[in-house]
Nanobody, 122 residues
Framework: QVQLVESGGGLVQAGGSLRLSCAAS????????MGWFRQTPGKEREFVAR????????YYRDSVKDRFTISRDNAKNTVYLQMNSLKPEDTAVYYC???????????????WGQGTQVTVSS
């Protein structure tokens, strides 16, 4: 059974840091693109960051560049999101996802975790 489980969310003051983890199980995800997404109530889920299978290629949404860092440890089947200089607008449920195919020119994230809440107070 393939499963992605996020952890590390919580309540932090603006300017603080959190490190999210996403542990994958059921098969190796070392060849998958791993991504982080976030969603707030009433809004569409939005892309945050993604990382290639080797960990070399990364990509971020503009609003988190220079503050967030995505990384992975394939030996542990785990992906991380280090979030620094957090802002109240980063408050959301954060989800990790895995993609091993492309559909209509975009990565198709077929596997999703249950999400972890991140709340940044001002």
């Amino acid at each position: 059974q393939v499963q992605l489980v996020e952890s590390g969310g919580g309540l932090v003051q603006a300017g603080g840091s959190l490190r999210l983890s996403c542990a994958a199980s059921g098969r190796s995800f070392s060849s998958d693109i791993m991504g982080w997404f976030r969603q707030t109530p009433g809004k569409e889920r939005e892309f945050v960051a993604r990382i290639g299978g080797t960990g070399i290629s990364t990509y971020y949404r503009d609003s988190v560049k220079d503050r967030f860092t995505i990384s992975r440890d394939n030996a542990k089947n785990t992906v991380y999101l280090q979030m620094n200089s957090l802002k109240p607008e980063d408050t959301a449920v954060y989800y990790c996802a895995a993609a091993n195919r492309v559909f209509r020119g975009e990565y198709a994230y077929d596997y999703w975790g249950q999400g972890t809440q991140v709340t940044v107070s001002s």
